[in-house]
């Protein structure tokens, strides 16, 4: 079975001399373990953040070692009665083709609800991400306007299409043509490529709740379109992500005191309670159409880092993910 290690940790943006690609002999599994081929693993900006050595909500990857992050796959073969063969779990030992599990962390999943790689984007991680940061963060009212950025990606196709659910203006921004005419196509009010667009410009008319994905000069636009009693969800800052030094701050952050906004950072690792509900909501979303979700699939482990610096460069429309297995 073969695994990507962290080879080197990146400066700036990272390189493929950052990974290397392993060869393992996997162990046979003991009592309570079960033996998982993966089928989808995922790669996920905060990832980016584990590379460095520096402390944060989750531990850095250690160098040498195969990288961790979410998957989904099938158990082959188990010695754990929970978890039969043929079964399809969500789980945390990605970056790799196959792994062993203690049990810890493993989600049961249905593939007839969905294709089994759903429960890496819009029924997982990303999808609660956006269904938590929008509607318990933002608390969004029916007739006022949202603002995502990073809309074309995994968490912020969600927030734009429950705003809109939910009976809000929406105006999305991503980095391409193609990825605007998506948000068109989604429904999305008003949809612009920040790359050409002045992004203030956009915004003039005012906006009710800003979901921030990538910081930075957005974040700052979006602070001056605020109105009174806005709020602002920090949900990310994908811009800054390879940066070596914190860059300064947004220059008009006094419009949170004349303006009396909120801005509320979260961590969607703190709202599993709230898994249950989302599922149940997401799911009739997607039965009934209501929501769509797109995917962009790299093929092959050895592909992952060129999926994953692809993912901060914006190579991806929807959920950035890689196949490693038969689904
Ligand atoms: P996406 O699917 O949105 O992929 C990342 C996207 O970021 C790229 O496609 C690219 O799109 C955009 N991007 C890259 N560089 C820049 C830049 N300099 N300026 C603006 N956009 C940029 O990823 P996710 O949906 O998984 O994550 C979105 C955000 O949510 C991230 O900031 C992530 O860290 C955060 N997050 C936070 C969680 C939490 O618990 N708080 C949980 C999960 C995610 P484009 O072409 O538009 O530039």
Redesign the pocket.
């Known amino acids: 079975s073969r695994e990507i290690r962290l080879a080197a940790r990146p400066v700036g943006m990272p390189q493929p001399s950052d990974f290397e690609l392993a060869e393992v002999e996997l162990p046979e599994p003991r009592d309570g373990e079960v033996l998982i081929r993966n089928a989808f693993v995922s790669v996920?900006?905060?990832m980016r953040g584990r590379m460095n050595d520096a402390k944060s909500y989750v531990p850095p990857f250690a160098l040498g070692e195969p990288l961790t992050g979410g998957a989904v796959g099938q158990v082959v073969v188990s010695r754990d009665p929970r978890w039969p063969e043929g079964s399809w779990v969500a789980h945390s030992l990605g970056w790799r083709e196959a792994a062993v599990s203690d049990g810890s962390g493993l989600l049961p999943v249905d593939p007839a609800l969905a294709p089994v790689s759903t429960a890496l984007g819009v029924l997982g991680?990303?999808g609660l991400?956006a269904y938590v940061?929008l509607l318990d963060i933002g608390r969004p009212q029916e007739g006022e306007t949202v603002f995502v950025?990073?809309a074309?990606?995994?968490?912020?196709s969600v927030v734009g299409q429950i705003a809109k659910l939910k009976g809000c203006r929406v105006i999305g921004s991503?980095?391409?043509p193609q990825?605007v005419a998506w948000l068109e196509d989604l429904g999305f009010d008003v949809a612009f490529d920040?790359r050409e667009a002045d992004t203030r410009e956009m915004l003039r008319e005012g906006i009710d709740v800003y979901f921030d994905?990538?910081g930075?000069a957005?974040l700052e636009a979006a602070i001056g379109a605020l109105r009174v009693r806005g709020r602002v969800v920090a949900?990310?800052?994908?811009?800054q992500y390879n940066a070596g030094e914190p860059a300064p701050g947004p220059r008009n952050m006094f419009m949170l005191v004349t303006k009396r906004l909120r801005m509320q950072g979260?961590?969607?690792?703190d709202h599993d309670d709230r898994f249950p509900a989302f599922l149940s909501d997401m799911g009739e979303w997607l039965r009934d159409g209501r929501v769509h979700y797109r995917e962009t699939i790299v093929e092959g482990i050895e592909n992952a880092p060129a999926a994953f610096i692809g993912?901060?460069?914006?190579?991806?429309v929807?959920?950035?993910l890689v196949r490693v297995g038969p689904a």
Not at 152 to 156: D, P, Y
Not at 266 to 269: H, K, L, M, Q
């Open positions: 996920d900006p905060y991680m990303p991400t940061g950025s990073g074309a990606g995994a968490v912020g991503a980095g391409s990825k920040y994905n990538v930075g957005t949900c990310g800052a994908i811009s979260f961590i969607v690792s993912l901060l460069q914006g190579d991806n929807g959920k950035m």
